[in-house]
């Protein structure tokens, strides 16, 4: 199943617009996450307070998945998809997040693992804007602090 294969045109806008996140930077949602997540106050993190675009469901691409299976994924064709998704493949230390409305893509980013870590099972359906409620956890491994974030 591929819910974004038909924005091939809808992918080449938007390589140009200003809500991507296309270098190899931790995007603005990430950097949200993190900073809540670090809060020792903060006990849910819905994904809705942490954005400003239209979306209605997102999707988590794991660490070294290629640029060429994302833009697969949301229909980007050969030509258009270095535009898109501007990384070789995510880097160990992050996830691509992928946000659409609709049949329409509307912000990808990278997500630094160490602004938490999404338990999530892998879904191509992916998770609806209802469900992206989770439940902070911080875990110690070894000196550092792990930061998990769970479904409610």
Same mark, same amino acid.
């Given at each position: 199943?591929?819910?974004?294969?038909r924005?091939?045109?809808?992918a080449?806008?938007?390589?140009?617009?200003?809500c991507?996140?296309?270098?190899?930077d931790?995007?603005?949602?990430s950097?949200?996450?993190g900073?809540?997540?670090?809060?020792?106050?903060?006990?849910?993190?819905?994904?809705a307070d942490v954005?400003?675009?239209?979306?209605?469901?997102f999707f988590?691409?794991q660490? &070294?998945?290629k640029?060429e299976?994302?833009?697969?994924?949301?229909?980007a $064709?050969?030509t258009?998809?270095?535009r #898109?998704? /501007?990384y070789?493949?995510v880097?160990?230390?992050?996830v691509?997040l992928?946000?659409?409305?609709?049949?329409?893509?509307?912000h990808?980013?990278?997500?630094?693992l160490a602004? &938490?870590?999404?338990?999530?099972p892998?879904?191509?359906r992916g998770?609806? $804007?209802e469900a992206a409620?989770f439940? #902070?956890? /911080?875990?110690?491994?070894?000196a550092?602090q792990?930061?998990?974030?769970?479904?409610q």
């Amino acid at each position: 199943m591929k819910p974004f294969v038909r924005l091939a045109p809808v992918a080449l806008a938007f390589a140009f617009v200003a809500c991507s996140e296309l270098g190899n930077d931790t995007g603005q949602v990430s950097q949200r996450i993190g900073e809540l997540a670090r809060n020792p106050q903060t006990r849910q993190i819905s994904l809705a307070d942490v954005t400003s675009f239209g979306w209605d469901r997102f999707f988590v691409f794991q660490p &070294g998945t290629k640029r060429e299976e994302i833009c697969q994924f949301i229909g980007a $064709k050969r030509t258009n998809c270095g535009r #898109v998704i /501007r990384y070789e493949s995510v880097p160990a230390t992050h996830v691509a997040l992928v946000f659409g409305l609709g049949n329409q893509l509307t912000h990808t980013e990278l997500h630094a693992l160490a602004n &938490g870590r999404f338990d999530l099972p892998p879904s191509e359906r992916g998770y609806s $804007k209802e469900a992206a409620v989770f439940k #902070v956890r /911080r875990a110690l491994a070894g000196a550092e602090q792990e930061i998990w974030l769970e479904p409610q």
